[in-house]
C-alpha cells in the first residue's frame, strides 16, 4: 500500500532557509497530486499554507512556498522565526476522491 | 466568514457507534464547489482523511475505514455528519469537520472546524 512520506523531524536555525519534503513510498509526487500543505502548533486546528502545490493561502507570508522538487513535493520556508516551530502536514489527492496525509515533520527551530 | 463546528458525545463504548455532526455557518453546504469532509487526530499522532461528501450525497471514504464509515448530509439544516461503528480504542482521537475545496485550482482542505475529542472506552 502506497505511503505518503515526509520527514519525522527537521531543524533550523532563526533566520535559516528549511525545506521539507512530501514524497510517496512508490512513484512520483506531481502537481496531479495536488499536494497542499498545513500547519499545525498543539493543541490547534490544523492552518492551511499551500494548496495546488504552490499557492499560498490567504495571509500566508510569502516566507513559505510550495514546489515540485525532483520526484517530491516540497515546502520552503525562509527566514524561520519562532512561531515557525510546529508540525507540518502534506496531503495528496490520490485521485477517485481519495486524500491520504503525509506523517508530519516535527519542525524545531533553535 | 465560513465556520465550521463539530458537535457529539466526547465519550464512546467499546464495539459501540461513534456519531459526529458538522454545523456549517457563514455559507451553504450546497455549493457545487466543494465536498465536505471529516479528518481525525490520534492523541501525539497525524492526520488521517475519513472521508468527504457532496452535497447531493455523493460519497468518498478511506479504504482502511470503509467498511465502518458513514457519511451523510442534511442540506437543511446545513449540516453533515459521520458515524463510525465498532469502535476501539485506536479511534479515539480529536475529529475535525473541514470544507474540502474540489477545483482544480484550490483543490485541499480551507476550512477547518475546531475539532471535538471523541475516547473510547468503556
Known amino acids: 500500500q502506497t505511503v505518503v512520506t515526509q520527514e519525522p523531524s527537521f531543524s533550523v536555525s532563526p533566520g535559516g532557509t528549511v525545506t521539507l519534503t512530501c514524497g510517496l513510498s512508490s512513484g512520483s509526487v506531481s502537481t496531479s497530486y495536488y499536494p497542499s500543505w498545513y500547519q499545525q502548533t498543539p493543541g490547534q486546528t490544523p492552518r492551511t499554507l499551500i494548496y495546488?502545490?504552490?499557492t499560498r493561502s490567504s495571509g500566508v507570508p510569502d516566507r513559505f512556498s510550495g514546489s515540485i522538487l525532483g520526484n517530491k513535493a516540497a515546502l520552503n520556508i525562509t527566514g524561520a522565526q519562532a512561531d515557525d516551530e510546529s508540525d507540518y502536514y502534506c496531503v495528496l489527492y490520490m485521485g477517485s476522491g481519495i486524500w491520504m496525509f503525509g506523517g508530519g515533520t516535527k519542525l524545531t527551530v533553535l | 466568514q465560513l465556520q465550521l463546528q463539530e458537535s457529539g458525545p466526547g465519550l464512546v463504548k467499546p464495539s459501540e457507534t461513534l456519531s459526529l455532526t458538522c454545523t456549517v455557518s457563514?455559507?451553504?453546504?450546497?455549493?457545487?464547489?466543494?465536498?465536505w469532509g471529516w479528518i481525525r487526530q490520534p492523541p501525539g499522532k497525524g492526520l488521517e482523511w475519513i472521508g468527504s461528501?457532496?452535497?447531493?450525497?455523493?460519497?468518498y471514504y478511506n479504504p482502511s475505514l470503509k467498511s465502518r464509515v458513514t457519511i451523510s448530509v442534511d442540506t437543511s439544516k446545513n449540516q453533515f455528519s459521520l458515524t463510525l461503528s465498532s469502535v476501539t480504542a485506536a479511534d479515539t482521537a480529536v475529529y475535525y469537520c473541514a470544507r474540502e475545496c474540489s477545483g482544480s485550482s484550490c483543490k485541499s482542505f480551507d476550512y477547518w472546524g475546531q475539532g471535538t475529542l471523541v475516547t473510547v472506552s468503556s
Open positions: 461528501i457532496f452535497y447531493s450525497g455523493s460519497t
Open positions: 457563514g455559507g451553504s453546504i450546497s455549493s457545487s464547489n466543494y465536498y
Open positions: 495546488s502545490t504552490n
